[in-house]
């Protein structure tokens, strides 16, 4: 028999765009699946869905405070893009994409979701954490699905680098396993880092094992309200390179156009031009242009 769930329904502000799709096909969180009209997801140990109709949003088993948070319904949308929209490319990014809004994301997912991520396509990600969640998390039923909540630090603590690595993690398996120590043993709390200077906060997640500049910067945005951080992978070199080289001495362009890795110093240069040119929401600007340049590509859906 079905568990007694209510449908709720939130009423979005006209004059605050919204695009639930947009948001999760953008490739900032990976345990997400939609199955007809309804977004399928769980977020700490809670399974969900969630739909939008219109100037609508339709949700089971989670309350209207959590999807106003986690779907970053409090920021004002229309004063970021504002904000952000710099140039012609970016403009037409924001155009295309309107109502697309960061998440915040469970830090400690986002953290292990991003350590796993290192050098791996959307699709490997989601089997890795997926595998994670099955065999170390605990099963939840909803709406007549599995779901798996994501395993807590103390679970992943006490299981060793190789049951990790029987989940497709491979070399990331160590980093994750020290890294939930780390976590579980209370030398290093995540929460704590919301409320230091950008920089010190950035500092301190590059300490962990597995985390290096891009790492830290995704889970700063997508988990930590850190709008100012400028994740850079691939899609965002080759964005810059296309649209923002003006701003670099041609000979690190140049440099920079034939290498499949950037090191530190070269990551470190992109990521500080974004938060420089575009200021406190740069994330935002990160995110657009990244979705915008991977639809464009035909490698993600619109």
Known sequence: M????????MVLQPSQPFNLDLTLRCGQAF???????????IVADKPF???????ALEFENISASFVEKYFGLRDDLPLI??????????????????????LRQNPWECLVSYICATYKSIPAIKRMLFNLSKKFGEKAVFDYRVFYTFPEPQRLAKASPAEIASCGLGYRAKYVAETAKKVASGEFSIEELQAMPFEEARKKLLALPGVGPKVADCVLLFSLERLEAFPVDVWMKRIIIKHYAIHFEGEFVRRISHKKSLTTTEYEKLSLFGRSYFGKFAGYAQEYLFHFERVNAGKAPA
């Not at 079905?2 to 329904?9: A, D, I, L, P, Y």
């Not at 504002?82 to 960061?102: C, F, M, P, S, Y």
Request: glycine content about 8%.
């Open 49 to 55: 869905k969630v739909r939008q109709n219109g100037n």
């Open 31 to 41: 345990r997400w699946e939609k199955i007809g009209v309804w977004w399928y997801g």
């Open 2 to 9: 079905k568990s007694e769930v209510f449908m709720e329904k």
């Open 81 to 102: 893009l504002k904000q952000i929209t710099k140039d012609k490319h970016v403009e037409a990014a924001v155009n295309a994409l309107k109502g697309l809004r960061v």
